[in-house]
């Protein structure tokens, strides 16, 4: 390993360790990243019971919307545990700073990652945990075909949200709803808890074309069928590989324009 990559990683280790300490010494922060993705799951946990009582379809399919839950869980927490640590920079109107300092943009990209993963496995981790102590149902008994899923998931929960940071650099902090809104603009064309097939004709291409839809899809062929599809994990990596690319590309052209206009430096509370 070169010099060069060494002081990036050290710089990159820098950040991940700042977010370490800003959920360590905040207990709100630490109860944040269980409680929704616990919350979540014990909802539907219950909401699957009462339909395994008056639903064959669930009743066949035993656990489908607990691990529907989960999984969706690993993009909602990947968007938001992204765009959450970015915008920390600019509450702390830290981030005019790093620019100056050392770090590169695309370090700054990777801590963030490199956080919403730890962040996504701790809270998913968590919930799913519970599952099986409650309702006696286990995501990994998915076994390799979750891991699959799991990264396309938070790949495109990635995408969104260095999208909508992105986003907050243009238009300030007015558009920080952005943030939590866009994931639950792709829930309902994502069938997450239903197939695709259930929406109106016009909306099934747009459904198509988002990674997410795919992998919920490959998820029912597993629990109902009993068959993995590699299909869709195929093709759900090929529209990941063009979200996550033009996600980068919109990122670090916002990231270009805020620099030129002095924008770093007017964000913050």
Same mark, same amino acid.
């Given at each position: 390993?070169?010099?060069?990559?060494?002081?990036?990683?050290?710089? *990159?280790?820098?950040?991940?360790? !700042?977010?370490?300490?800003?959920? !360590?010494?905040?207990?709100?922060?630490?109860?944040?990243?269980?409680?929704?993705?616990?919350?979540?799951?014990?909802?539907?946990?219950?909401?699957?019971?009462? $339909? @395994?009582?008056?639903?064959?379809?669930?009743?066949?399919?035993?656990?489908?919307?607990?691990?529907?839950?989960?999984?969706?869980?690993?993009?909602?927490?990947?968007?938001?545990?992204?765009?959450?640590?970015?915008?920390?920079?600019?509450?702390?109107?830290?981030?005019?700073?790093?620019?100056?300092?050392?770090? !590169?943009?695309?370090?700054?990209?990777?801590?963030?990652?490199?956080?919403?993963?730890?962040?996504?496995?701790?809270?998913?981790?968590?919930? =799913?945990?519970?599952?099986?102590?409650? $309702?006696?149902?286990?995501?990994? =008994?998915?076994?390799?075909?979750?891991? =699959?899923?799991?990264?396309?998931?938070?790949?495109?929960?990635?995408?969104?949200?260095?999208?909508?940071?992105?986003?907050?650099? !243009?238009?300030?902090?007015?558009? @920080?709803?952005?943030?939590?809104?866009a994931i639950f603009l792709v829930q309902p064309v994502s069938g997450v808890y239903y197939?695709?097939?259930?929406?109106?004709?016009?909306?099934?291409?747009?459904?198509?074309?988002?990674?997410?839809?795919?992998?919920?899809?490959?998820?029912?062929?597993?629990l109902i069928d009993e068959t993995f599809r590699i299909d869709l994990l195929l093709n759900?990596?090929?529209?990941?590989? *063009?979200? #996550?690319?033009?996600? #980068?590309?919109?990122? $670090?052209?916002?990231?270009?324009?805020?620099?030129?206009?002095?924008?770093?430096?007017?964000?913050? @509370?």
């Amino acid at each position: 390993m070169s010099m060069h990559t060494k002081r990036a990683w050290v710089r *990159i280790w820098a950040m991940v360790l !700042r977010h370490y300490y800003l959920i !360590r010494g905040s207990w709100p922060r630490l109860l944040e990243l269980i409680y929704w993705p616990a919350l979540q799951m014990t909802l539907w946990g219950f909401i699957t019971l009462f $339909f @395994e009582t008056h639903s064959s379809w669930v009743a066949e399919a035993a656990g489908i919307l607990i691990s529907a839950v989960l999984l969706w869980d690993v993009m909602f927490r990947g968007q938001i545990s992204l765009f959450l640590s970015f915008i920390e920079e600019i509450w702390s109107r830290n981030l005019g700073h790093l620019f100056v300092s050392p770090l !590169r943009p695309g370090e700054m990209i990777m801590a963030l990652l490199l956080v919403s993963l730890v962040r996504t496995l701790i809270g998913v981790g968590g919930a =799913a945990i519970l599952a099986i102590i409650l $309702f006696d149902v286990s995501v990994f =008994a998915l076994g390799v075909p979750l891991a =699959a899923f799991f990264a396309n998931l938070i790949i495109m929960g990635w995408s969104l949200g260095l999208i909508v940071s992105g986003l907050v650099l !243009r238009f300030g902090q007015g558009a @920080e709803s952005l943030g939590w809104a866009a994931i639950f603009l792709v829930q309902p064309v994502s069938g997450v808890y239903y197939p695709i097939s259930v929406l109106p004709n016009w909306l099934q291409p747009i459904a198509t074309a988002i990674p997410s839809t795919h992998v919920f899809e490959g998820l029912r062929a597993i629990l109902i069928d009993e068959t993995f599809r590699i299909d869709l994990l195929l093709n759900a990596a090929a529209l990941n590989l *063009i979200f #996550v690319t033009t996600s #980068v590309f919109i990122f $670090f052209a916002i990231l270009r324009y805020a620099r030129i206009h002095g924008q770093l430096l007017q964000l913050g @509370e």
